[in-house]
């Protein structure tokens, strides 16, 4: 029993350690897991805002770095039921834009993820799966231009 709840405890603490890691200087901004195993995440490198997808524990499919000057966010004005954050993240013509959101009651569900634009159009939603708790969002309050 006690070796079965040591294996446990590992493996919580790894995978909740591996969500959510950002290169080392680096800030999460957001992480969380999708289908298939696959990561969601954005992280502050300071002059950079990076994206990155793909399965967890490889090398990511899409890492998107792009200067603090042409990333953008949205933040929640206060006002209203449904509370929303999000961060875009260009790359030429396509756009990355992790967001997260949740209704202004208690049992509301978060709602968090990824739309992927190109030309401006909407191509993709990937969406964040499983335990609520195990979605980093750091977006609220970051310092970054107003989404035109």
């Excluded at 040591?6 to 200087?25: P, Q, R």
């Excluded at 195993?37 to 490889?58: A, E, H, M, P, R």
């Excluded at 039921?81 to 992790?98: A, D, F, L, M």
């Amino acid at each position: 029993m006690i070796r079965q709840l040591f294996i446990l405890t590992l493996t919580v603490g790894f995978s909740t350690a591996a969500i959510g890691t950002c290169e080392k200087g680096s800030k999460t901004v957001f992480s969380c897991l999708a289908a298939k195993g696959k990561l969601i995440q954005v992280c502050d490198s300071g002059k950079t805002i990076d994206y990155s997808f793909g399965k967890l524990n490889s090398t990511p499919e899409i890492v998107v770095r792009a200067a603090r000057s042409e990333a953008s966010t949205f933040q929640w004005p206060g006002v209203g039921r449904y509370i929303s954050y999000s961060v875009e993240v260009p790359n030429g013509n396509t756009t990355y834009s992790v967001f997260w959101g949740a209704e202004r009651s208690n049992n509301a569900s978060i709602e968090a993820g990824v739309h992927v634009e190109i030309n401006k159009k909407h191509v993709a939603t990937v969406k964040c799966i499983g335990e609520e708790e195990h979605i980093v969002q750091n977006i609220e309050g970051i310092d970054l231009k107003p989404i035109e």
